[in-house]
């Protein structure tokens, strides 16, 4: 090779390796649609439906924090899926809808607000409906499944018998 095309064969592999560089860099993520990300808590709400609790727990993140009203936090995927179960098993829950008020998204992290209407049986046998007002940060795993990270929910109002 003569001394003059160093310079030249330099700048090329400078220019291919710059070039490469930002082939590797991540695409910027566009945002999530409010489709996406509500329809982690519809799952939720559906498993919630069918009793089943693994499947409510599925839809949080391993180390998901929830935070029920006037009770401790619960962490961790196996506490809430107990935490759930205890629910199902003793709260008389008949079932439920959610309403989505507001989503958004920044990259991996989002967020949905909303309400739900959750119908439990009281101690009369009578259904009442717990009216309650849900915040929700959600973050895409790497398969780029949503998932519930934080999940802290009130009531609206007392029960009203249906």
Same mark, same amino acid.
């Given at each position: 090779?003569?001394?003059?095309? @160093?310079?030249?064969? !330099? %700048?090329?592999?400078?220019?291919?390796?710059?070039? +490469?560089?930002? #082939?590797?860099?991540?695409?910027? &993520?566009?945002?999530? *649609?409010? /489709? /996406? !990300?509500?329809?982690?808590?519809?799952?939720?709400?559906?498993?919630?439906? +069918?009793?089943?609790?693994?499947? %409510? +727990?599925? #839809?949080?993140? /391993?180390?998901?924090?929830?935070?029920?009203?006037?009770?401790? =936090? @619960? *962490?961790?995927? /196996?506490?809430?899926?107990?935490?759930?179960?205890?629910?199902?098993?003793?709260?008389?829950?008949?079932?439920? *809808?959610?309403?989505?008020? +507001?989503?958004?998204?920044?990259?991996? !992290?989002?967020?949905?607000?909303?309400? %739900?209407? !959750?119908?439990?049986?009281?101690?009369?046998?009578?259904?009442?409906?717990?009216?309650?007002?849900?915040?929700? @940060?959600?973050?895409? =795993?790497? &398969?780029?499944?949503?998932?519930? *990270?934080?999940?802290?929910?009130?009531?609206?109002?007392?029960?009203?018998?249906?």
């Amino acid at each position: 090779m003569k001394t003059h095309q @160093v310079p030249q064969m !330099l %700048a090329v592999v400078t220019a291919l390796f710059i070039l +490469a560089s930002g #082939c590797s860099s991540p695409a910027k &993520e566009k945002p999530a *649609t409010a /489709e /996406e !990300l509500s329809q982690v808590n519809r799952d939720f709400v559906k498993a919630l439906n +069918a009793k089943d609790a693994a499947a %409510a +727990a599925n #839809c949080y993140a /391993e180390d998901a924090v929830i935070l029920p009203p006037g009770q401790p =936090n @619960v *962490t961790g995927h /196996e506490a809430i899926q107990k935490y759930w179960q205890g629910f199902l098993d003793g709260a008389g829950y008949v079932d439920g *809808t959610v309403s989505t008020i +507001a989503t958004g998204s920044n990259g991996d !992290l989002g967020y949905e607000i909303g309400t %739900a209407d !959750l119908h439990l049986k009281g101690p009369d046998g009578k259904i009442v409906t717990e009216k309650i007002k849900y915040t929700i @940060v959600l973050k895409r =795993n790497a &398969e780029g499944k949503w998932l519930q *990270t934080y999940d802290m929910w009130n009531p609206v109002a007392e029960p009203t018998a249906k």
